[in-house]
DNA sequence: TGCACTGGGTCC
DNA sequence: GGACCCAGTGCA
């Protein structure tokens, strides 16, 4: 059994950090496609809670396994998106939506084989800011202990779908079945960015970032594509990675956002943000216009700020300066083995921190 | 020419 | 072996 209170916060064992962790257990390590049942329980979701395991669940499908979700649905809140359960369904899930004035709430995930079982249980919902910076507690069953717990995934999911619920099922082929109104577009122009989210996002920045950006133009130093590289945590800062690789073997899923280079005064409409799904599970933010400007060195601070759902701004602090001085503190998690930190502050904060320094 | 891809490296 | 780090190739 693991308990697990994240981001980063408390686990029971250093083989449990966090929901996206557990999950990894329990949907791919130790796991051979096509064995099983997998199981997803949530109240709301979004494309982005789910796009480390589109693959793995299509993989799990396509030999011969199962994949079940019962999630949230609502035309008055926005409880889940349609880009999660389209994409769900395309890789071959069976979606269930409940509609429910008293909502689903309970978050619970996990698998069933013929002689094994495992579940998480959880606060965090099969979204971005569940699976990243919300604060969440989850505990994962599994082995004998799920023995203990007289537990049966088949039974919870056959007792919830034989409940007097208004239970709705999505499919490809009917888009205009009632069910698809029950979830709301993330996509759409029309939407609206939380308090929570609009954050600034503080990355020190490495040789790898920046090695292209200091490059002197027609070297080989300058080839290649010019990323910043962020923490695996950053599913919560954008948009729905909805766009599909089109040539090359590995997935990836990408979302196009605007980039205001602040330093620069160029606006990138086509700035890309990638998730490597089947490489290595970098995310890569795309930062072409900083190629041979000499405008970041190693160990400088980056400010990524997001605006609204699709608006972001970008900021080079540079080492020493007043404002990464008061800046860094805020990069409270350091990642990989070059001394990278990152962490988030408000825009209001940011800001205020900005026009004072 | 620039960036979507590739596929390793390296450290913990 | 996970998670950033790195240095390109080749195609549009």
């Not at 096509?34 to 793995?56: A, C, K, L, M």
């Amino acid at each position: 059994m693991q308990f697990t209170l994240h981001p980063n916060v408390y686990n029971t064992s250093p083989s449990s950090k966090g929901l996206l962790h557990m999950l990894e257990q329990v949907w791919v390590r130790d796991r051979e496609p096509g064995d099983g049942t997998n199981y997803i329980i949530s109240g709301f979701s979004n494309y982005n809670g789910g796009v480390r395991f589109y693959e793995i669940f299509k993989q799990h499908i396509d030999n011969g396994g199962q994949c079940i979700a019962i999630l949230g649905g609502s035309t008055s809140q926005r409880l889940s998106s349609i880009q999660v359960v389209e994409q769900l369904l395309e890789v071959g899930c069976k979606v269930y939506l409940i509609n429910r004035k008293r909502i689903l709430h309970a978050k619970c995930y996990g698998f069933s084989t013929n002689n094994e079982q495992g579940v998480v249980i959880s606060s965090g919902n099969f979204t971005g800011p569940g699976m990243s910076q919300n604060i969440e507690a989850s505990m994962l069953v599994k082995g004998s202990h799920v023995q203990e717990l007289n537990f049966s995934w088949n039974d919870l999911i056959n007792n919830m779908l034989s409940q007097n619920w208004s239970i709705y099922e999505p499919t490809l082929a009917d888009r205009t079945h009632p069910a698809w109104q029950l979830l709301y577009d993330e996509i759409g122009t029309s939407v609206r960015l939380e308090d929570a989210q609009e954050v600034t996002m503080l990355l020190t920045l490495s040789h790898a970032d920046t090695a292209r950006i200091q490059a002197a133009p027609g070297t080989t130093a300058g080839k290649g594509t010019q990323y910043f590289w962020l923490s695996k945590d950053s599913y919560d800062f954008f948009p729905a990675l909805t766009i599909r690789n089109e040539r090359g073997h590995k997935a990836t899923y990408s979302a196009l956002i605007n980039m205001n280079y602040v330093d620069l005064g160029i606006v990138d409409n086509e700035c890309r943000v990638t998730f490597e799904a089947e490489n290595n599970l970098d995310f890569r933010l795309g930062t072409g216009k900083l190629r041979y400007s000499r405008i970041a060195r190693s160990g400088d601070l980056a400010a990524i700020t997001r605006i609204s759902e699709f608006d972001y701004e970008l900021r080079v602090l540079p080492i020493g300066s007043n404002a990464y001085t008061e800046l860094l503190p805020y990069a409270v998690n350091f990642i990989g083995h070059q001394g990278k930190r990152y962490g988030y502050i408000s825009n209001e904060d940011f800001s205020n921190i900005l026009t004072n320094s």
